[in-house]
């Protein structure tokens, strides 16, 4: 069956863009593997995708003598995209990994491209079971692979377990994580709209797209595709970051319980340097768990509690991310005045506290529109896909409004005291100002 090189996109309905520049949707045929994904149960690859965004940034990044590549590759390369022909970078960038003769060197280029912020990690690259054991009790189902179980802590256990042994236990982890195609590419899709309502929520996250593929069968296969970023710290805890308070109401919101982890090890620092000073912001990768309305207590959300200002900035956000028509008008008026607020600040400190991102909703229309006009996806499929896809944005908005519940003036003396501080002027109005200086470490300015 002929595999689909572009997902086509009717113009009524608005495209969203990635920061990278693109559609949504990239075909399987526009990514090429550079190497093994050794992390997670779920089945991918590292790969960067075919393109001349791609073959540029190589082109004016790329060490070539470091990765040991002869004249020939260097020369067709440069030929290739001199050539201004699509089709010749293309050419030309499959050249420079079909060139890749040793291991040293596949690790070589693939460190190369995370460093130059073209690798992507893919997931969700099922594969239908091989071994007629599989085919027959999975009959249609697809799963983990049972080597991502075998690196895992369980696996561990199990080893050391004389009840039953690893091999068991493992084909039982196996069988247990089987489900229908359809189920996993609605848990990608899930997956990808949690992680751009933690963006438009203010939490940092990875450029995100969806490869489009197929089974042997013949069935679409839908993989999540986030963007490599090589400037973050994995070495400190996450909740170490400035303004903490400002994340609570969108941890509370994405209810995923894993976001954060036991030990704040599931999301990451992202030290960015602006005017000068490192801002620490939260960066976040795995929403495995968000939107999903599992009924479990998000770890650590606590972590990020501080009863102060910076969890009204977190609310702006929140409340920026959610259509005005799910809130009061009395809401609605409070939060202008908030928002009015950190927008002065923002000025002031020259420091981003308001993320001005793209609506859930309009995301949300961008994805149904992308999966309607899609010429891979069945279109038996389409409509359970959508549905599955509407649910998901009223859970987010029914969280987001539980959590905004909790921030009313009556009930919250930080509100309060911010608007009356806010509103008297003079040194109080300036007292908030040297409190988010503080809270950014940034030098205070009389």
Same mark, same amino acid.
């Given at each position: 069956?002929?595999?689909?090189?572009?997902?086509?996109?009717?113009?009524?309905?608005?495209?969203?863009? =990635?920061?990278?520049? #693109?559609?949504?949707?990239?075909?399987?045929?526009?990514?090429?593997?550079? !190497?093994? *994904?050794?992390? %997670? &149960?779920?089945?991918?690859?590292?790969?960067?995708?075919?393109?001349?965004?791609?073959?540029?940034?190589?082109?004016?990044?790329?060490?070539?003598?470091?990765?040991?590549?002869?004249?020939?590759?260097?020369?067709?390369?440069?030929?290739?995209?001199?050539?201004?022909?699509?089709?010749?970078?293309?050419?030309?960038?499959? =050249?420079?990994?079909? #060139?890749?003769?040793?291991?040293?060197?596949?690790?070589?280029?693939?460190? !190369?491209? *995370?460093?130059? %912020? &073209?690798?992507?990690?893919?997931?969700?690259?099922?594969?239908?079971?091989?071994?007629?054991?599989?085919?027959?009790?999975?009959?249609?189902?697809?799963?983990?692979?049972?080597?991502?179980?075998?690196?895992?802590?369980?696996?561990?256990?199990?080893?050391?377990?004389?009840?039953?042994?690893?091999?068991?236990?493992?084909?039982?982890?196996?069988? #247990?994580?089987?489900?229908?195609?359809?189920?996993?590419?609605?848990?990608?899709?899930?997956?990808?709209?949690?992680?751009?309502?933690?963006?438009?929520?203010?939490?940092?996250?990875?450029?995100?797209?969806?490869?489009?593929?197929?089974?042997?069968?013949?069935?679409?296969?839908?993989?999540?595709?986030?963007?490599?970023?090589?400037?973050?710290?994995?070495?400190?805890?996450?909740?170490?970051?400035?303004?903490?308070?400002?994340?609570?109401?969108?941890?509370?919101?994405?209810?995923?319980?894993?976001?954060?982890?036991?030990?704040?090890?599931?999301?990451?620092?992202?030290?960015?340097?602006?005017?000068?000073?490192?801002?620490?912001?939260?960066?976040?990768?795995?929403?495995?768990?968000?939107?999903?309305?599992?009924?479990?207590?998000?770890?650590?959300?606590?972590?990020?509690?501080?009863?102060?200002?910076?969890?009204?900035?977190?609310?702006?956000?929140?409340?920026?991310?959610?259509?005005?028509?799910?809130?009061?008008?009395?809401?609605?008026?409070?939060?202008?005045?908030?928002?009015?607020?950190?927008?002065?600040?923002?000025?002031?400190?020259?420091?981003?506290?308001?993320?001005?991102?793209?609506?859930?909703?309009?995301?949300?229309?961008?994805?149904?529109?992308?999966?309607?006009?899609?010429?891979?996806?069945?279109?038996?499929?389409?409509?359970?896909?959508?549905?599955?896809?509407?649910?998901?944005?009223?859970?987010?908005?029914?969280?987001?409004?539980?959590?905004?519940?909790?921030?009313?003036?009556?009930?919250?003396?930080?509100?309060?005291?911010?608007?009356?501080?806010?509103?008297?002027?003079?040194?109080?109005?300036?007292?908030?100002?040297?409190?988010?200086?503080?809270?950014?470490?940034?030098?205070?300015?009389?």
């Amino acid at each position: 069956m002929a595999k689909d090189s572009i997902t086509q996109l009717d113009m009524r309905w608005p495209k969203f863009i =990635s920061d990278s520049g #693109g559609s949504l949707f990239v075909s399987e045929n526009d990514v090429m593997k550079i !190497e093994d *994904k050794t992390s %997670g &149960v779920a089945p991918g690859f590292i790969g960067i995708i075919i393109n001349s965004l791609t073959a540029t940034r190589l082109g004016e990044h790329l060490h070539f003598e470091r990765i040991g590549y002869d004249g020939g590759i260097r020369n067709q390369y440069r030929f290739g995209m001199d050539s201004n022909n699509n089709a010749q970078i293309k050419l030309a960038l499959r =050249s420079l990994i079909s #060139g890749l003769t040793t291991a040293q060197q596949r690790e070589a280029f693939a460190d !190369e491209c *995370k460093n130059i %912020g &073209v690798a992507w990690m893919i997931k969700n690259v099922y594969k239908e079971p091989k071994s007629a054991f599989n085919k027959f009790f999975l009959r249609g189902l697809v799963s983990n692979p049972k080597e991502n179980y075998r690196r895992t802590h369980g696996f561990e256990k199990a080893d050391k377990a004389w009840l039953r042994s690893a091999k068991l236990e493992t084909q039982l982890y196996n069988m #247990g994580k089987a489900s229908k195609k359809t189920t996993k590419n609605k848990e990608t899709f899930r997956e990808s709209l949690c992680m751009l309502a933690a963006k438009a929520c203010g939490v940092e996250v990875p450029i995100v797209k969806i490869m489009l593929a197929r089974y042997n069968s013949g069935e679409e296969k839908i993989c999540i595709m986030t963007r490599w970023n090589p400037d973050l710290d994995h070495k400190t805890k996450c909740n170490q970051v400035h303004l903490k308070g400002r994340y609570y109401c969108a941890i509370r919101s994405l209810d995923d319980y894993d976001m954060i982890g036991s030990r704040f090890q599931n999301s990451v620092l992202w030290r960015k340097r602006i005017n000068g000073v490192f801002i620490k912001k939260l960066f976040s990768f795995d929403f495995g768990h968000g939107l999903a309305g599992k009924k479990k207590s998000i770890t650590n959300s606590s972590g990020f509690k501080t009863n102060d200002i910076d969890e009204l900035l977190g609310l702006v956000n929140l409340w920026l991310a959610v259509p005005r028509s799910y809130f009061t008008a009395q809401t609605n008026n409070g939060m202008e005045i908030l928002y009015e607020a950190f927008k002065y600040y923002q000025e002031r400190l020259q420091v981003t506290l308001i993320e001005e991102t793209t609506s859930f909703d309009k995301i949300v229309l961008s994805f149904n529109g992308a999966i309607r006009y899609s010429r891979v996806i069945s279109e038996a499929n389409k409509s359970s896909y959508i549905d599955y896809i509407n649910e998901r944005e009223f859970h987010f908005y029914s969280k987001a409004i539980e959590v905004m519940k909790e921030y009313s003036y009556n009930k919250n003396q930080v509100l309060r005291r911010f608007i009356r501080d806010y509103t008297a002027g003079g040194k109080k109005k300036h007292s908030i100002e040297l409190q988010l200086r503080n809270m950014l470490s940034l030098s205070v300015i009389a």
